[in-house]
Every structure is written in structure tokens, then in C-alpha cells.
């Protein structure tokens, strides 16, 4: 797919030279011309730096990236990389942030979202967080993340029934995105967007950092220590810098 954006390559995967506002404005002209020739959902990656990192060395999650029409920088990491190429990006896109205002735009045009992700019950409840946070709101269905592959078909059925302008997928990074590009075409929306852990800060399972600790870009490092389990992944950091460090002095 051709790029619609200017893009850089990180570590030879692109994002999206894209401020949060252009993000939101694509993506709205994706709602309103609605489902696009040939029938394939519109994928949208934020991409952090183990999806970089990783996608290196994974060709399917590589492929997600290489076709997927926007894919933005969720993550200081990637921002940092993009200026070390001499392409910077206007900012930092965080994930969460596109999802709640695609959510209050989806209020206002009555667009209807569908949760895909996370457990049973903290999905119930990003559903019912979304509705109170956005008078109007209509959530168009919901389904938990911790499904088989022998259910694909009925959880593709019901996403197909609810009939929705686009699904937000939370079901863990490479899941998540490599089971919407998959499924892209019997989706049957406009728009499918993996969104990480954002339902469960929707549904206030998860709390963010502290606005400061946003501002001197160690949400990372906030995350970590309220989550220490999370250290696997978080050591992907230092390998990723090196990886550019190294990648970008070779030109």
C-alpha cells in the first residue's frame, strides 16, 4: 500500500512523520468515506518500540507494518529514533490519546466503536467508562480478548452483526495487530485500530502516569514500577537504542 503520509524508517519499518491532529483528521476522512474498495478495514499501528524492535526479526509483524496506510509514533522511544534519522516527527502520538479522541469525535458524528480485548469484565467496563466520559457515545458491541482460534469465526460474526464504523483491539501488541491485518477484509469496517492496554486505562484498571511524569517522558519508567512484571519487556529499551544508534550511523 502506498504511503499517504511522509514517512521515516526506523529501523526499516515506517511511521508516520504525523501530529496528533493530522492522526485524527485521516482517520475521520477514512469514517466518513466509509468502507473502502475491495472491503479491507483501514489498519492504524501505534507503534512503540518493541513493535519496532521485534518487527525486525518477524516478518508477519513487519508485513502488518509495511502495508498498514498509518502507523504512528506511540512512544518517546520512536520519536527519539526519528530525529537520531535526521526525519523527526512532529510528536509524540500516544495510543490512548488517539483512541479517546477518536472516541469524542465518534460522539459527536455518531460513529460507532467496537471493543475487541482485554478481560470480560474490564471490557464491560471500558464500555461503560466510554459512555459516561462521551454523551452519545454508542458503543456498537464488545467482546473479551482471551477467545481461541476455534472462535475467530463467531467473534468475526458478531463484530460483522454489530455492524460498527471501526474496532479498537486491545489483545497485546503483535495479537492484536496481526489478527486485524488477517482479518482486515471480514471485518467489514472502515477502520480497526490496535490499542495496546488503552481499554484497560479506559476502564481504570490501569492508571497513567502523573501529567509531569508525561511531560519528562518517563511513563515508561512509571509503568515499570507499578507493574515490575512488565521488566521482559522493558528490556527491549536498550537493545532498540543501540539497534538505531548503530542502523543510523551506517546512513
Not at 23 to 46: D, F, H, N, Y
Amino acid at each position: 500500500m502506498a504511503a499517504l503520509t511522509e514517512r521515516v524508517q526506523v529501523l526499516g519499518q515506517p511511521v508516520d512523520r504525523v501530529a496528533m491532529d493530522e492522526a485524527v483528521a485521516m482517520i475521520s476522512r477514512w469514517l466518513e468515506e466509509g468502507l473502502p474498495a475491495g472491503g479491507a478495514a483501514r489498519l492504524v499501528v501505534t507503534a512503540n518500540p518493541e513493535i519496532v524492535y521485534n518487527a525486525r526479526r518477524d516478518r508477519e509483524l513487519a508485513r502488518v507494518l509495511a502495508q498498514a496506510p498509518l502507523v504512528v509514533a506511540d512512544g518517546i522511544g520512536i520519536v527519539w529514533a526519528a530525529r537520531r534519522y535526521g526525519r523527526p516527527v512532529p510528536e509524540r502520538v500516544p495510543g490512548v490519546d488517539l483512541m479517546m479522541a477518536l472516541l469524542e469525535r465518534a460522539a459527536q458524528r455518531g460513529w460507532r466503536p467496537f471493543f475487541l480485548g482485554t478481560r470480560p469484565q474490564v471490557v464491560a467496563r471500558a464500555v461503560q467508562r466510554a459512555e459516561q466520559l462521551f454523551p452519545g457515545l454508542a458503543i456498537a458491541g464488545y467482546h473479551h480478548g482471551y477467545f481461541h482460534d476455534k472462535d475467530e469465526e463467531r467473534v468475526l460474526a458478531q463484530i460483522r452483526q454489530a455492524a460498527p464504523d471501526l474496532v479498537f483491539a486491545g489483545m497485546g501488541a503483535r495479537r492484536e495487530l496481526t489478527w486485524l491485518h488477517r482479518h482486515r477484509q471480514a471485518l467489514g469496517v472502515p477502520v480497526a485500530m490496535g490499542v495496546g492496554g488503552s481499554l484497560d486505562v479506559l476502564a481504570g484498571e490501569v492508571q497513567r502516569a502523573p501529567g509531569w511524569v508525561q511531560a519528562v517522558h518517563l511513563e515508561w519508567l512509571y509503568r515499570l514500577l507499578k507493574e515490575p512484571r512488565r521488566w521482559r519487556r522493558q528490556a527491549v529499551l536498550p537493545l532498540f537504542v543501540l539497534a538505531v544508534l548503530q542502523d543510523s550511523r551506517r546512513g
